[in-house]
């Protein structure tokens, strides 16, 4: 097994960057006590009874996707309760537009010879998800009709594109020509495109100072000090970070690989919570309601959507065939979160802050649940016949997760694609990339500016 800190397999981001306030374990006195990490997880294993199997459930953004659609264990072609929806007869898809995350990786260690690639778990949830998509849909999946499949630069979503045009097996020819991944990455990644986003938040620690707060106080102190106990090492030799990677280790090994690590047993359910916290705190601040400009930079992706949305409108009422009827990108957990948030969907009442666990602990932001793997937000648009007005002649739906999501207008299921539009008018309108990204030429603070 690979040792929490050591830069193996499992290292993935929890050990990359030190917070200011954390114990002081760099990576000499890590490498220094590894051959007491490796002796006491041999006594862990003697002593400790399994894990128990209730920790999948707070993996965040490392969550198995089963963990949000836990039929597919069963069936992973099934397409779930309610799967009919609640559209009149009279209403046929013409488009959709999905954005997914790209299905389980291998973690992101600097020294690992898979880093952050698709893993088989991976190509088989795409596949998967493509076959079911086509199950629910069938008639824009029909023979004949174009795709396309569009991707970030990254390894994982360009073979998780692959792979989900390999769900949908032979018998789709889409025209005849085989289906080319695109790269598209000022839309699949539209943060490293976002000047004021990257020097205010993704490289600014002053951003993180919720997360690293937390990673100071009680509630983790408990953990620290239990984890301490289990493997018979002083608590000062154990920082957040640290512990974080054996619960990431226990995470990878259960998306990967379908086993249960034995690092899983110094958790408890409680312990997989604050941990849980931990990690959205992070997603909170970095890519979700944190700071303004996590949401408006995902605008450009936003507004791609509803300009291919209204192509196929106005192709409808022009009697043309549709053009795009079926447009499947693949992105990052980070494409899909600020493009949620941008929606207003998983908002809480309260910020997410280093000092109120306690209160949250029945909040909507839980990453796990949002982003992940193999995540998938899908919008479709529909033409319907007999209809009351005008404005009704066109509808849509939204599906995360292929679960239908009620838009925040109406509270329903469906909504007629004007009053959408007009729910959103502001964002369409007035959410310009190049302007929101702009970072600020005024000699000002990040912390004033965010």
Not at 162 to 183: H, I, K, Y
Not at 186 to 214: G, I, P, T, Y
């Amino acid at each position: 097994r690979a040792q929490p800190g050591r830069g193996g397999p499992w290292g993935g981001e929890a050990v990359k960057k030190r917070p200011r306030s954390a114990s002081s374990c760099g990576s000499r006195a890590v490498a220094a006590m590894a051959p007491r990490w490796e002796a006491a997880l041999l006594l862990l294993l003697l002593v400790l009874p399994p894990a128990s199997a209730g920790l999948s459930a707070y993996f965040g953004t490392k969550s198995r996707y089963e963990e949000v659609n836990p039929h597919l264990v069963r069936d992973p072609l099934s397409l779930g309760p309610g799967a009919g929806g609640s559209l009149p007869a009279s209403c046929a898809p013409l488009q959709l537009r999905a954005v997914l995350r790209h299905g389980t990786r291998y973690p992101t260690a600097g020294q690992e010879s898979l880093d952050g690639r698709l893993a088989p778990q991976g190509r088989r949830d795409m596949e998967q998800l493509a076959r079911r998509m086509a199950a629910r849909f069938p008639a824009l999946f029909a023979a004949r009709r174009r795709l396309a499949l569009a991707s970030s630069s990254k390894h994982r979503c360009l073979q998780s594109g692959a792979a989900f045009r390999r769900g949908l097996g032979p018998t789709l020819d889409f025209g005849g020509d085989e289906v080319e991944v695109e790269v598209n990455d000022s839309l699949m990644r539209f943060f490293d495109h976002c000047a004021k986003f990257v020097a205010l938040v993704e490289e600014n620690d002053a951003a993180m100072c919720q997360v690293n707060a937390f990673k100071q106080g009680p509630e983790m102190k408990k953990v620290l000090e239990k984890v301490a106990s289990a493997l018979c090492l002083p608590v000062e030799e154990l920082n957040a970070d640290l512990v974080q990677v054996a619960f990431l280790t226990c995470s990878y090994e259960l998306a990967i690989k379908n086993v249960t690590s034995p690092w899983c047993s110094l958790f408890s359910e409680e312990d997989a919570k604050v941990l849980e916290y931990l990690n959205d705190l992070k997603q909170y601040w970095k890519r979700g309601y944190g700071y303004d400009i996590n949401s408006r930079s995902s605008c450009i992706l936003f507004q791609d959507i509803f300009q291919h949305l209204d192509k196929a409108v106005e192709e409808s009422k022009s009697s043309k065939p549709i053009s795009s009827p079926l447009i499947v990108q693949v992105g990052h957990a980070e494409t899909l979160q600020p493009l949620l948030a941008l929606m207003g969907y998983f908002k809480d009442d309260e910020p997410l802050m280093a000092n109120n666990y306690a209160r949250q602990a029945q909040r909507k932001f839980r990453s796990g649940r949002i982003v992940p793997y193999a995540a998938n937000l899908v919008f479709v648009l529909y033409h319907c016949d007999d209809v009351n007005a005008s404005q009704e002649e066109y509808q849509v739906q939204l599906l995360l997760n292929e679960k239908l999501m009620a838009f925040h207008h109406s509270n329903e299921t469906i909504s007629t694609y004007a009053d959408l539009k007009d729910y959103y008018k502001d964002i369409l309108e007035n959410c310009h990339f190049k302007e929101e990204c702009e970072l600020p030429k005024v000699n000002i603070t990040a912390v004033d500016e965010l």
